[in-house]
């Protein structure tokens, strides 16, 4: 092997192994971010004094009141066709 060839691979295994580095690390913060938005979503929950009976019908309320995005998409496309 040639020694441009030589020092390519390297560069290219130096670039592999940082982007595994930076996956891993990646992959950590997205656990300290979803173990803390779930901590911060049972102190809520706890600071209500909910029960898990409560929050579901809270939950099945919210879903009912909040609008299909995909719904939102039509309507708009329908507003375009009026105009």
């Known amino acids: 092997m040639s020694l ?9 295994e130096k670039a ?3 982007r595994d580095e930076w996956e ?3 992959k950590e913060w997205d656990r300290k971010y979803h173990e803390q938005e779930n901590s911060e979503i049972c102190e809520m929950v706890h600071a209500q004094s909910l029960t898990p009976e409560q929050l579901a019908v809270i939950i099945q309320l919210a879903q009912a009141a909040v609008p299909n995005p995909e719904n939102l998409k039509l309507d708009e496309k329908e507003m375009e066709d009026m105009e």
């Open 4 to 12: 441009k060839l030589e020092k390519i691979a390297a560069e290219r």
């Open 24 to 26: 891993e690390r990646r």
């Open 16 to 18: 592999r192994r940082k």
